[in-house]
């Protein structure tokens, strides 16, 4: 039987052993611009078993920036030269409505 379980993120990830493990989150309110989350579910894969997905995932939004659903934007610039925070691009919803990833 397939459940589809709802999250809004991930948290927590760990991994021992060469298993990794990560907590599907959703948001249940918001108070002042602070989110209180609530673990949904834990995730337990080996690495490659990650690593797929990662794949996946990246080639589906290469596909929704193509697109135009998304649209990648710079990352801010750093506080200072002393600090060394690696960052990757952006992704933010754009302003359209197309939805087919074909």
């Known amino acids: 039987m397939n459940q589809t379980i709802y999250a809004d993120g991930i948290a927590n990830v ?3 052993d060469g298993v990794v493990r990560f907590e599907l989150i959703n948001i249940v309110s ?4 602070k989110a209180t989350l609530r673990p949904v ?3 337990a894969t080996s690495l490659p078993g990650l690593l797929r997905p990662h794949e996946q995932l990246a080639a589906v939004i290469g596909k929704m920036v193509q697109q135009g659903v998304l649209k990648k934007t710079e990352p801010p610039a750093p506080v200072s030269k002393d600090v060394a925070v690696a960052q990757g691009d ?13």
Request: charge should be positive; hydrophobic fraction near 35%.
């Open 14 to 16: 760990t991994m021992v």
């Open 30 to 33: 918001m108070d002042k611009g």
């Open 41 to 43: 579910i834990t995730v």
């Open 90 to 102: 952006t992704l933010q919803p754009a302003k359209t409505s197309k939805t087919s990833m074909k």
